[in-house]
């Protein structure tokens, strides 16, 4: 069983469940997306009854929206988790290799298999004769390119086998260890038996009812046949009394190797049956589970049979299966029958499945496996051999897929596809042979003209095309060519680096005038481009132009004119008439562009006759930086002045004697506009306003406005943030 955290085991306990799942193409792409249904089929037991040595290949069914991704034969990682504590937990379903997929209305859908379909193959052994389980799996492993845990499992001796697929061998090999073979969810090869990891199944977790037998099954008896003898009956060997028994074929199993695997296996009992449950994709097929009835009785059921079944939701089906003991006596079947069905060959289990010695006048033989043969005559209908080596060969009809032979003698030749490597001494006419299609894959001619050639393919990769000078060369995807002297003025196609260009050289073969990254210096001789090669539409963005050079032009000829409908004077679009118009005689000098911050000090009616010392300053409201004026001194009368004294804070932290004092401006503002614009001309600047009773005649407004250049930060002077008076940061700026 997967060991997940306990908060998922808890998780998947409750009624409401909510999985995901996605899909891993090759360890590399992550498939979530268009998942409608995954359904995990896998088995540990492969007989209708209990049995050793089931080697099953689990495959996984998954229907998917339609998609583009390349999926046949590609390596499919399968997850199914949920969502535990605000974080994804998965788990792995297995390892499996995708078969084709089948496209229907949209939908796709594919069956892929575990590594244990891999095993397929031939297994023919360079082992010694006497050798072992451990040895043979090391050497599956590298035929197969399948990894076969070996850890926990001790060398057994057992011949060597020969004659049989890998996967067969693999069988013979659990059964001496009393298990079987599957594969784990990281598709490496396991020899298990069935464990029992305390999950417990109650009535309220599965559907419908607990279907199972009478009674529980139990292993009393293991007969094991291990081959015939001379007169073909069946050798076995056998341990343990009972009517339970259970009985399977290999030519490799001793007596004393049996005994063990029943030591194992006596007193496992089990009941047989079936449920469909709320799904765990922690299950394994070689876990027993608790299954809780209604009644409350408690039965050990092994997970032979495993669905796990995904649309959204997860449900999982269970299935033991298990004859009775009168099952168990009628369904008795010899070594034959148990090959056949276990394996579906045609091939009886004669003296570990090779025949020694056969001696008889008359043998009419279906199927054999033959190692040595060694016949006088021999009259054969049909023959395939992968390799045969025949020193006199006499045939009224042959057909011979490939033939190698270092000479031959042939007088009549009818060939519709003839390869030839060297052919001496043979006159063909059109009287002595007959070729339809002659197929040569290599010639050596001397005299062979572009007439004599009909239109096909040439592969620059295997021949170099070149002028008779040297001045074009064409090899692979690269194009050179080259001057008189053999230097190199041009190329085209696959550069040093891997990287398509096209390069122009100069003389000397080094400097690159023109490549992939585009025109480089000297590339353009002066006087290359005149004037009609520029397009009239043509824009060139000013970063690329020399401002400084064409102003300098202009000044130095004075007699160019630049027109223009409009021309912006700032980032806000504004032209040159728009702001000349916006100009005042109050403001001293011209930016290019500045940033003003005006004090909002329209609060403050300072009549002399009303001049207080108490009056704190105004903070600027509009985002910007803190401008606040105090009043120091003054009574009424007027004879005595009072000063307004302004301040810059940035942080709370007095930041004005970093500002020059001339960028500190003050205006009058009351109902004497005459006197105003006369206070106004003196542009009178400074950290301080001396005032007195003469300068106002009534009730007057000042203002303090603050000019901020360019090359100012007009984000923090110090560095840091503008702020209230409060503390709090200020956002936004008028420009």
Known sequence: MYQSSAAFGDLIQQDSRTFYSYIMIDGKTRVTEGIKS??????????????????????????LASSMQEIENHVLDVYIGMDVNGASEYIPLGHFTAGKPQRDEGNISITAYDNIMKTERAYFSKLPDDTGTIPILEEITSLTGVSIDRSNLDNIVMKKPSGYTCREVLGYIAQLYGGFVICNRTGEIQIRQYSDPGYVVGPERYWDSFLHNEFMYEVQKITCYTGNDAEGNSISISVGSGGRNLSFSNPFMTQDTLNKVYASLKGWSYMPGSIRMLGDPRLDPWDIVTVTDLNGIA??????????????????????????ETENEQDFKGPTTKMIERYSIQLALVDHAIVNKLDVDTANITYAKIKDLDATNAKIQNLDAVYAKIENLTAANAKINNLEANYGNIHNLLSGNAGIGDLVNIHLTSQNAMIETALIKNIVSSNITVNDLLAGRISTNRFEVSSDDGGIKITGATQQWKDKKGTVRMQAGLDAKGDFTFSLFDAA???????????????????????DMVADGANISGSKLDINSVIGQYNAKGTVTIKGTKIYLDEQQQNLSAAFSNLSAGVQGVNNKVTTIEAGISGINLEMSQLREDIDGIVVNDGSYILQTFVKGGHVGTTDTAQIIAKVLSNN?????QIPSNRFLWVRHSEDVSGDNAWNEKQITGYTLSLAGKDVSMVATFSCLLTIPDEFNIIGLDGSSISGLDGSEMIGLYV
């Open 653 to 657: 932290k007095d930041i004005t004697k």
């Open 509 to 531: 073969g080094g400097g690159v005038l023109i490549d992939a990254a585009g025109i480089h210096p000297g590339a353009v001789p002066d006087g290359l481009i005149v004037d």
């Open 299 to 324: 039965y050990k059921v092994p997970c032979m049979t495993l669905v796990q079944d995904f649309d959204g939701g997860l449900t999982t089906e269970i299935e033991a299966v298990g004859e009775s």
């Open 38 to 63: 995954i359904r995990l089929n896998g088995a540990s037991n492969s007989d209708e009854s209990f049995n050793l040595g089931s080697v099953v290949s689990q495959y996984i069914e998954i229907e």
